[in-house]
């Protein structure tokens, strides 16, 4: 893209130059079909060298994220992570608008990286299954159950951050790199559209400090810093940020604090990140402490669903950058 800044070309060719890393052994070593044609690639991954199918047709995810990916890469999958009982099984924000999260198949109890259901998952019968390696290891744990059931690749997932490379990651084992790269620049132009929407309505992002307040309960709620998922997507789009929320407390990428602290929750405008996590979470903040704050006076206070603002995957970071624009320049109404 003509017009993408060096902050965003620098991440694209860092996420790109992952993807490549792991793609180093293309098809070298894989099986070939009687035609010719490879029915085998291997790929370097978190759980070693791992020979996969070239065309993969029923996938596995072990990660939400990673549900993203394979989806927005354009393939299908037969099994994924949910939360039983939810609406789609809470899927929504992990999927492109025209796949109904209702119609996959739960190979996990929960959303919980360590809460595989091995017996569900190979009665999916996939021909590939990714998943993550994180610090917390629980899949690595479990790599041979996995591998028993059909390929297994791991991807590391260090932290929120890294939803921006791990869709080029997620391309290198599908062999999509160039879906991966038209996605990336999707995001760009996107970012690049909002700031000129937002200079036409007159706002200077770098002269306006946004607030980031997801409200966790009724008693705790949690200031999103620059390292958040949603804090990087704002930073994308050059916003500065309340001093109350530049840095986490220990490892965290959020400050979390009671209701008695909410003033360090203000902003020029705020954004109240409220989702299936705390459904009573209220609709308008008017009324109690909230009155305090000169975002509220202001009429600078806006509600978005933290499900989609949380969820660490390109499909989320889009309808961030929709919500901000829509709300920066009267498209939706302030939540007072």
Not at 131 to 159: F, H, K, N, R, Y
Not at 206 to 227: D, H, K
Not at 237 to 250: I, K, V, Y
């Amino acid at each position: 893209m003509s017009h993408s800044t060096p902050l965003l070309r620098s991440l694209s060719v860092f996420a790109l130059a992952g993807a490549l890393a792991l793609t180093g052994c293309g098809t070298g070593g894989g099986g070939s079909a009687p035609d010719g044609t490879a029915e085998t690639r291997t790929v370097e991954a978190a759980n070693g060298t791992v020979e996969v199918p070239a065309s993969p047709e029923r996938i596995a995810v072990l990660w939400r994220p990673t549900l993203a990916a394979v989806t927005q890469l354009g393939h299908g999958v037969v099994g994924t992570m949910g939360t039983p009982g939810a609406d789609g099984y809470g899927l929504a924000p992990f999927l492109p608008e025209d796949v109904d999260g209702a119609d996959l198949t739960l190979v996990t109890n929960s959303p919980a990286e360590d809460d595989v259901n091995i017996e569900e998952l190979a009665t999916a019968e996939p021909d590939l299954i990714i998943g993550v390696s994180t610090p917390m290891g629980a899949q690595a744990e479990m790599a041979d159950e996995l591998e028993a059931i059909a390929p297994t690749v791991l991807l590391e997932w260090e932290g929120t951050g890294s939803w921006r490379g791990h869709l080029e990651e997620v391309a290198g084992v599908l062999g999509a790199e160039t879906e991966a790269e038209q996605a990336v620049s999707a995001y760009e132009e996107a970012v690049e559209g909002a700031r000129g929407e937002l200079e036409a309505a007159g706002v200077d992002p770098a002269g306006t400090e946004l607030s980031l307040v997801r409200l966790q309960s009724g008693t705790e709620i949690r200031l999103e810093t620059p390292e958040s998922f949603p804090g990087q997507v704002i930073g994308d789009l050059g916003f500065a940020r309340p001093d109350t929320q530049l840095e986490g407390e220990g490892d965290t990428d959020f400050v979390p604090r009671s209701y008695e602290n909410l003033d360090q929750a203000d902003g020029d405008v705020v954004f109240a990140l409220a989702g299936s996590g705390y459904p009573d979470a209220p609709e308008t903040f008017s009324d109690g402490l909230w009155a305090n704050l000169d975002a509220v006076g202001d009429e600078q206070i806006y509600r978005v669903d933290y499900d989609f603002w949380g969820s660490a995957n390109h499909h989320g970071a889009h309808r961030i950058i929709e919500d901000v624009t829509a709300a920066l320049t009267g498209e939706t109404d302030p939540a007072v």
